[in-house]
């Protein structure tokens, strides 16, 4: 009783869903755990994107477009571009700092200071003097009596040196000091990507300026596409050094300062080092450094031989830097670093003056997936718009120091102004978004846009994530085992399609970002493992003339066979065929005996057939020493022509290997013969013993090249036909005209030499 319960337990019928239970179990580990699908989740990401409905625009009369309302686009958000027109007024980039000083005073000063903007974001780098002090001063005195501008900074992995880091870190002490610093960062701060080197504005204008963030953003790394925005950044500061025998059980560092210690492998990568470390734990950190860290040798005598060696350890102190967008929109609602409270690997949550605060979701560096409101924008008036772009030419303007001439108002009431390149080739500011090239300033727009709407990208919760997985892969499982192929594979597709559609309806309508590439691996291996299993369990009797036809015909032909019983007759089809023979086979047969014949030729048989197959070929039969084979049936390949002549060549190489290990009367020498054409293949004999062969005039032709070579002197031979289809991978040695028997029209031989390299 208990053998029939399993048996019928590994049915088909019942065993798909262990199947399927075990895929699910494997794929939630593996999946969710590993990161293993996160390539492919990006690529659906942006597939997410490109079929998200977008606003359309319609010309209400020539030159006069109307663009639909696009909800997703706060109106807040105005960028002005620097593109051809800017260019054709102002020069070559970059312009004059006078230049930006008349922007900067041509949005502050108006007669109505309610009108003015939120904030203007300048998206310009000023790290060096100019030649005209004069200029530098306008622009810092431009920005003071602004109040309103935001000045960005640049983080670098790798420190500049030690005198280049103590004058940047002097000049972005004037906005640390001016912005404070964040209220608290969660566990996993020390986890968090460190940036050693740091490039700001000179200090007149980070002291004139009202805040400031990184520009930095993550380009993923094979396809190098924008995703992601930090949120927050860590610049790390080497506070010490020290060396392992410094290291005790009392040691520390101020982690409430935000110091940590850690040590770096012999490949760059940093490790964090635990505190406190008792002697267990130092003894595990000594034979982890001694085996992966770079030694610091001591040579006092300096005679090029240490006489002892040890290994560093560091001592950081971060500092926490916000995103320029992440800046202006706290500052959009009011809030400061004093207000955030940041969980690395979690969320960010900023506390708002008379509103709900915000939770920004975020990954293990404080990356914001960035929801993009559309494709790029075009700075031309009839261009597509996702954001309004308006010219940076048509608001700079000369204006008085007097009040009283100032203009009423600029039409920019409460609007984040973002000011950046907008022009191709202008500037490296160009990157790749899930819609195509995008400037960097649109990019920081898309970012800054998805928290001042609240639109963020949000995770399916992972209980529901490994709910889907199971109800769809357990389905899958269903339709496989219960079906015949004919309904399983559409139905599961079915199913696959039905769910990447709900996924795209619900990213599209709420934000929320459904991992579809794990329940796809579930249910594809599910599938593709019940319908193995099937076959494996109810068809032996089909593996039975599989293992049978086996021994006698190609892999290929037997696979051919079982999905279409064979039938006489044939199809005419573009091969190749390749002869070759033994020259003097029968003087070598009377020098050996039979067995010692038969012992040689299997030698020399079997590498020459094992270069057939691993270039592809089809072995036809041999006749005594005779080889006959072809290349593009049953399994169809372009590159017949090319592949019979490289097996030509491998041939050559291989017997000359051969020789030199054969006695000198045992030595070989080959005829090899190849043409292409239209050949009949297929299945040819009788109903009780048929053979996979070729016929027509183009074998034949390529039988009588193999014999051709006696007369030339020559090992391989091929027909202008080949030749045509290989000249430009080949060298070849034109031969002669010659007309075979049974052939009217003359023929073009070549002798193929070697690889054309």
């Not at 319609?58 to 663009?67: E, L, M, P, T």
């Not at 036809?620 to 290349?631: A, L, Q």
Request: charged letters at 25%; glycine letters at 8%.
């Amino acid at each position: 009783m208990a053998v029939k319960r399993f048996q019928n337990l590994l049915k088909t019928r019942n065993f798909g869903f262990i199947i399927g239970f075990l895929f699910s179990v494997f794929f939630c580990l593996t999946g969710f755990s590993s990161g293993l699908f996160g390539d492919l989740e990006a690529k659906l990401l942006d597939t997410y994107f490109s079929v998200k409905s977008l606003g359309s625009r319609n010309a209400i009369q020539k030159g006069v477009w109307k663009a639909d309302a696009n909800d997703a686009v706060s109106p807040d958000i105005l960028i002005l571009g620097i593109e051809a027109k800017t260019l054709q007024r102002f020069g070559n980039w970059p312009f004059p700092r006078g230049v930006h000083a008349d922007l900067v005073n041509s949005l502050s000063r108006i007669k109505n200071q309610e009108e003015r903007e939120k904030s203007l974001f300048l998206d310009i780098f000023f790290i060096d003097e100019t030649q005209n002090p004069a200029d530098d001063q306008k622009l810092a005195d431009s920005i003071s009596q602004s109040g309103r501008v935001f000045l960005e900074s640049i983080l670098d992995a790798s420190s500049y040196g030690e005198a280049h880091d103590r004058e940047m870190l002097y000049r972005q002490n004037f906005l640390l000091e001016k912005t404070g610093s964040f209220a608290h960062i969660g566990d996993g701060w020390k986890t968090m990507r460190p940036f050693q080197g740091i490039q700001t504005n000179l200090p007149r204008f980070n002291r004139a300026a009202k805040g400031y963030g990184a520009a930095n953003v993550v380009q993923d790394g094979d396809d190098k596409l924008v995703r992601r925005q930090p949120l927050v950044f860590k610049y790390s500061l080497l506070a010490g050094e020290l060396v392992y025998e410094e290291l005790d059980e009392e040691f520390t560092v101020d982690e409430a300062a935000y110091e940590r210690l850690s040590w770096y492998d012999r490949e760059g990568k940093e490790h964090q080092i635990s505190l406190p470390l008792h002697k267990s734990e130092l003894a595990d950190l000594k034979t982890v450094l001694w085996d992966q860290a770079p030694p610091l040798v001591y040579d006092s005598d300096g005679d090029g031989e240490a006489e002892t060696e040890t290994r560093v350890v560091e001592i950081y102190r971060d500092f926490f830097i916000p995103s320029i967008t992440f800046s202006l929109a706290l500052d959009y609602w009011g809030s400061s670093l004093s207000d955030c409270r940041v969980y690395p690997g979690s969320h960010i949550e900023v506390s708002r003056p008379s509103a709900p605060p915000v939770v920004i979701p975020i990954d293990n560096q404080c990356a914001m997936i960035i929801n993009y409101a559309g494709p790029a924008s075009s700075a031309a008036v009839d261009g597509p718009k996702t954001f309004p772009v308006r010219s940076y030419a048509g608001y700079v303007r000369e204006t008085s120091d007097n009040p009283a001439e100032w203009p009423e108002t600029r039409s920019l009431a409460g609007k984040i102004v973002m000011v950046g390149a907008f022009e191709k080739g202008m500037a490296d500011d160009e990157k790749l978004s899930p819609y195509g090239m995008m400037f960097g300033v649109e990019i920081h727009a898309n970012s800054l846009n998805t928290m001042i709407t609240e639109s963020f990208i949000k995770h399916l919760p992972l209980w529901a994530n490994i709910f889907l997985v199971f109800v769809a892969t357990m389905l899958v499982s269903f339709f496989a085992s219960r079906f015949k192929n004919l309904w399983s594979m559409p139905l599961s597709l079915l199913l696959s399609i039905l769910i990447f559609l709900a996924c795209s309806f619900l990213f599209d309508l709420y934000n929320i970002l459904i991992n579809y590439s794990v329940p796809f691996a579930g249910m594809f291996f599910s599938y593709i493992t019940i319908i193995l299993y099937r076959s494996s369990t109810e068809e032996r009797e089909k593996r039975k003339i599989r293992a049978m036809f086996g021994k006698y015909v190609s892999p290929e032909v037997v696979a051919q066979m079982m999905d279409h019983p064979p039938e006489l007759g044939g199809v005419d089809k573009e091969l190749t065929v390749f002869f070759s023979d033994i020259r003097g086979f029968t003087s070598l047969s009377e020098t050996l005996t039979p067995q010692e014949l038969v012992k040689h030729l299997n030698e020399y048989l079997s590498a020459m057939t094992d270069i057939i197959l691993e270039t592809g070929g089809t072995l036809d039969k041999y006749v005594g020493d005779e080889i006959m084979c072809f290349w593009g049936a049953p399994l169809e390949v372009q590159d017949h022509a090319f592949r019979a002549c490289q097996c030509a060549l491998l041939q050559k190489k291989k017997l000359a290997e051969l020789n030199e290990q054969w006695p000198a009367e045992k030595r070989l020498a080959i005829g090899i013969g190849l043409n292409t054409g239209i050949m009949t293949v297929g299945n040819m004999g009788s109903q009780g013993r048929m053979n996979y062969t070729l016929m027509g005039d183009n074998v034949n032709l390529g039988a009588r090249l193999e014999g051709t070579n006696k007369v030339y002197g020559t090992m391989i031979i091929v027909s202008e036909y080949t030749y045509a289809l290989v000249k430009d991978q080949f060298v070849f040695r034109e031969l002669d005209t010659i007309r075979v028997k049974g052939k009217n029209r003359p023929v073009v031989i070549y002798e193929l030499v070697d690889y054309l390299t």
